[in-house]
Structures are given as structure tokens and as C-alpha cells.
């Protein structure tokens, strides 16, 4: 085979067995953000790279190394546009792009929306990391009391548990890393502390020591965590305000029942978040490898845009993560229903009527179908079982003859035949008044 044909590395296919996982997340995402009255918003796959390089800030990995560029095919250098597009790392940027571009401002405040896309980093592929991987996510811009930072973990929580994975799978690691009042005390404590160990620190960290010393505690590599395991804990920095609006979310996760674990080290990957930070990780995960998600408050990042000051709180979960979750706990995900009513045939007179009869039942309505190429009951069957039908309609070569058909409920496998024209009525008894 020739060698362009082959998928570009960090990739996937997605092939139509795998579609029933993307579904049921999709449809337990929608489900429950229209539930919560958000809309679904879509943006451009690429957008400027100075979008990205305010949001998610210029010491943060994504910014230096991971992001691809996007070049008009067989353009040369010189004759580029002047504006540099990148395809995007992340979603959050993009949807607060659209807030200030649509004027969202003077709609109802908050304005929620959710996304399901995918984003792109160039990062080295490994197990559960593509370069180009799929998440869903949602942002409410505009309101900065704790009930929404409640709201928005019960949500996700609740997405969580319609997938099948509860408390007994996972579990919300969260902390406060402040405002921009009690941020540079934070700061303050943990270089003053840092700088003792600078030259035992990684070299990127070294680098974030001056630039932003929070993002040091995110650092995975085991000589920065052994230094970070003795750092001052940012929860006793944080000013009044900061402290109070924390213990009021954790005190409504508390009333819901939601389980947490305040996690006096967890910040984010990007410069963005301020105050309830958080992420949704496997119970059995202690080390926070491979989060599922995570997201928190960014009331600073609207402003950074020359917009007005908006508090805003938002979150992200990467799909093919939690899909590998649903696969490794064994949760049964239902077969995508393609077909309500399947209809059989056997021999060739059979053959003619059960094609007119899908044709006349999808006119009345009902997703119907049958089978093409198979002609053994068992097979039929089989395909019957693989469309997600709820009926099957068995014409064999007497019930071609003497015009009546055999209905075989496949929910309870009990069959009877009927005389074809009261096959309506049966269908209509069967499938619509239950
Ligand atoms: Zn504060
Ligand atoms: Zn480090």
C-alpha cells in the first residue's frame, strides 16, 4: 500500500462499533445542559494564535511547543498571510472570543454554552493522548456567586453518573487558587519557599519560578514533586473573600452528597483560572496522571481580552478518556436503536413483499428495515438484534401465499402470526401505545 495511505501519527479512526460510546456521551451531555438551559455554541476548528497566547499564557507548554500551525497549502514564506492561525488546543478561549465578538454582554446574564469538538496538540502520542482528541465542555460567563460553581460540578457530576461512572469510580479533586487581590501573596509564599530549591527544580520549572510559581505545584516530574510536597499550602493565602466563597462551595458539594477531595495542591495547566479550580479523576488515581476533566473559575480572562471585568467558570473533559474509563470499569453501553421494526423474509415471493413493506411502514413513520444480501432466518435475526429493533416481521413462503405475517416481539421473544391487514393496528398497539 502506498505510504499516504496510513493515518498521520496521534490520530484515530473512529469505525462504527466504537459510535455507541460518542453517542451516549453526546446524548448525556445534551441532555443535561439543556436541562440546565445552555445553548450548544460551534467554533472554527483554527483561530489566531494570539487568542491562545493571552488565555492560556506564554510559560504554559501548549503555548511554547504544542500548538499546530495552520499554512495555506504550497504558499511560500514570504507570501504569507500576516496573521498566524493555529488549529485550537483547547475550547475555552474560542467561546469567550464569540462572547465579546457577539456582544453577549448585554444578553441575560450568565450566558451558558456547551461544546462537543475536538482540539489539537502537538504532544508526543502515547496511551489515552491523541493530537487531535475530543472533548466536551461548558462555560457560564457572567456570574461569579459560589451557587454556580455548585451548579456547574453537579452537572458534571451528574453527566458523569448518567455514563455509568459514580462514586464508586471516580472522584472531584478541587482547591481555591485565589484572586487577583490574594494571588500575589500566594505567589509570594510559594517563591519565597521555591527559591531555596531552585537549582534542585526541573528546568521548565526553574523557568516558571520568576513567571509564575503557582504552575511549579502542576509540575509531574518527581524531583519537582518531593520539593513541592513541603510548600506552603495556597488555601492559607487566600483573603476573605476567596475563603469564604470556598467553603461555601464545599459546603453545598457536602449538601449534594458529591463526593470531593480537597486537594491543597491541584492548579491547572492554564495561566487562565482563578478561585474553585477542579478535576474529575479515577478514585483509584491518586497521582492525578490521567485526569478525565477538569476545569474551574477564569474571572480574569475576559478583561485580559479588553473586555469588561466578567466572572465566568467553565469545564473541559477529553472523550476518548472517558470512553477507555467506561471500557475499563466493563459499563454496558446500549447499541445505538438504528431500527424500530425489522423485517424478515424467506424465499423469493417473501423477498418483494418485505422490500415494499419497509417502503410503506418508513411512510407511515416507523424506522424500519431489513436486511439486504441475507436470506437465513438466523442471520435476519441476528441483524434484527445488531439495529436495536423492538419488532421483527417474519414473511415466510406460507405467509407470502396466504397473505399474513408472523410479528416476533424481540423485547420478549414471544411471536403470533396475523392476517397482513391487521398489521397496522398490531404494529400501532405495540410500539406507539406503551
Ligand atoms: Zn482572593
Ligand atoms: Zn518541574
Redesign the pocket.
Same mark, same amino acid.
Do not use: A, D, V
Given at each position: 500500500m502506498n505510504e499516504f495511505i496510513r493515518k498521520p501519527r496521534g490520530t484515530k479512526d473512529i469505525l462504527p462499533d466504537e459510535q455507541k460510546y460518542w453517542r451516549a456521551i453526546e446524548k448525556a451531555v445534551e441532555k443535561r445542559c439543556l436541562a440546565f438551559d445552555f445553548g450548544k455554541i460551534t467554533t472554527p476548528s483554527f483561530e489566531s494564535v494570539q487568542l491562545f497566547d493571552r488565555a492560556i499564557g506564554q510559560t504554559t507548554d501548549i503555548v511554547q511547543k504544542e500548538m499546530f500551525e495552520v499554512k495555506r497549502y504550497g504558499t511560500s514564506e514570504e507570501k504569507r498571510e500576516e496573521e498566524t492561525l493555529v488549529l485550537r488546543p483547547e475550547g475555552t478561549a474560542g467561546v469567550v472570543r464569540v462572547y465579546l465578538e457577539k456582544g453577549m454582554q448585554v444578553w441575560p446574564q450568565p450566558v451558558k454554552l456547551y461544546y462537543i469538538e475536538p482540539m489539537f496538540r502537538y504532544g508526543r502520542p502515547q496511551k489515552g493522548r491523541y493530537r487531535e482528541f475530543w472533548q466536551f465542555g461548558f462555560e457560564i460567563i457572567g456570574d461569579k456567586s459560589s451557587q454556580t460553581d455548585i451548579a456547574t460540578l453537579m452537572l458534571i457530576w451528574q453527566i458523569f453518573n448518567d455514563l455509568g461512572l459514580n462514586e464508586k469510580d471516580i472522584i472531584i479533586d478541587i482547591n481555591s487558587i485565589? *484572586?487577583?487581590?490574594?494571588?500575589p501573596q500566594i505567589n509570594k509564599s510559594l517563591s519565597d519557599y521555591l527559591i531555596k530549591y531552585q537549582k534542585l527544580l526541573c528546568p521548565v520549572c526553574q523557568e516558571r519560578l520568576n513567571l509564575n510559581p503557582l504552575r511549579i505545584l502542576d509540575c509531574k516530574e518527581k524531583k519537582c514533586q518531593n520539593i513541592i510536597a513541603g510548600a506552603p499550602q495556597i488555601i492559607d493565602y487566600? *483573603?476573605?473573600? *476567596?475563603?469564604s466563597d470556598f467553603k461555601q462551595v464545599l459546603e453545598g458539594l457536602d449538601e449534594l452528597a458529591i463526593p470531593y477531595d480537597l486537594n491543597p495542591r491541584l492548579v491547572r495547566g492554564l495561566d487562565y483560572y482563578t478561585?474553585t479550580t477542579f478535576e474529575i479523576r479515577d478514585l483509584q488515581d491518586k497521582t492525578r496522571q490521567s485526569s478525565l476533566g477538569g476545569g474551574g473559575r477564569y474571572d480574569n480572562l475576559i478583561e485580559t481580552y479588553g473586555g469588561p471585568s466578567t466572572p465566568a467558570i467553565g469545564f473541559a473533559a477529553g472523550i476518548e478518556r472517558i470512553i477507555s474509563k467506561i471500557k475499563e470499569k466493563k459499563i454496558k453501553i446500549p447499541e445505538i436503536q438504528k431500527t424500530e421494526i425489522f423485517v424478515i423474509q424467506l424465499g423469493e415471493k417473501a423477498k418483494k413483499i418485505a422490500l415494499k413493506l419497509v417502503y410503506d411502514l418508513g411512510n407511515k413513520g416507523f424506522a424500519s428495515s431489513c436486511a439486504m444480501g441475507k436470506n437465513s432466518l438466523k442471520s435476519q435475526l441476528r441483524s434484527a438484534d445488531k439495529n436495536g429493533a423492538k419488532l421483527a416481521l417474519i414473511i415466510g413462503q406460507r405467509e407470502a401465499l396466504d397473505k399474513s405475517i408472523i410479528i416476533k416481539d424481540l423485547r420478549d421473544s414471544t411471536q403470533e402470526s396475523y392476517s397482513m391487514n391487521k398489521l397496522d393496528e398490531m404494529i400501532y398497539k405495540k410500539l406507539r401505545q406503551k
Open positions: 485565589g *484572586c487577583k487581590i490574594c494571588r487566600l *483573603c476573605e473573600s *476567596c475563603k478561585k
